[in-house]
């Protein structure tokens, strides 16, 4: 994929992804249209992008957020608590509470 990241068992990459989101794609549009792709491998490319931001810079707000639609709280809610990050995976108001 000329370098880029991509979500195992698909061609998209990590920026198709997020220039999906920053479109207004949300998580089941996103399902939807890439039937191949898993909330978890979405989840988890999200938090690579937010995690390598000279990278991704294009789709960052001045908060370090990822710019468009989030998961909501009960899209996130069977994720690891390590992917459960506000503002990158989840809305920053609608975060699952942690298991115990």
Same mark, same amino acid.
């Given at each position: 994929?000329?370098?880029?990241?991509?979500?195992?068992?698909?061609?998209?990459?990590?920026?198709?992804?997020?220039?999906?989101?920053?479109?207004?794609?949300?998580?089941?549009?996103?399902?939807?249209?890439?039937?191949?792709?898993?909330?978890?491998g979405i989840a988890f490319a999200f938090c690579y992008a937010a995690d390598h931001p000279e990278r991704y810079a $294009?789709? *960052?707000?001045?908060? =370090?957020?990822? &710019?468009?639609?989030?998961?909501?709280?009960?899209? /996130?809610?069977?994720?690891? $608590?390590? *992917?459960?990050?506000? =503002?990158?995976? &989840?809305?920053?108001?609608?975060?699952?509470?942690? /298991?115990?």
């Amino acid at each position: 994929m000329n370098g880029e990241p991509f979500c195992y068992g698909s061609r998209l990459t990590v920026r198709q992804l997020l220039e999906m989101r920053r479109s207004g794609y949300g998580l089941s549009r996103i399902l939807t249209d890439n039937p191949e792709l898993r909330w978890l491998g979405i989840a988890f490319a999200f938090c690579y992008a937010a995690d390598h931001p000279e990278r991704y810079a $294009e789709f *960052l707000a001045a908060d =370090g957020s990822l &710019v468009g639609p989030r998961f909501t709280g009960a899209e /996130a809610a069977g994720l690891p $608590e390590e *992917l459960r990050r506000p =503002g990158i995976v &989840v809305d920053v108001g609608a975060a699952a509470p942690a /298991a115990t």
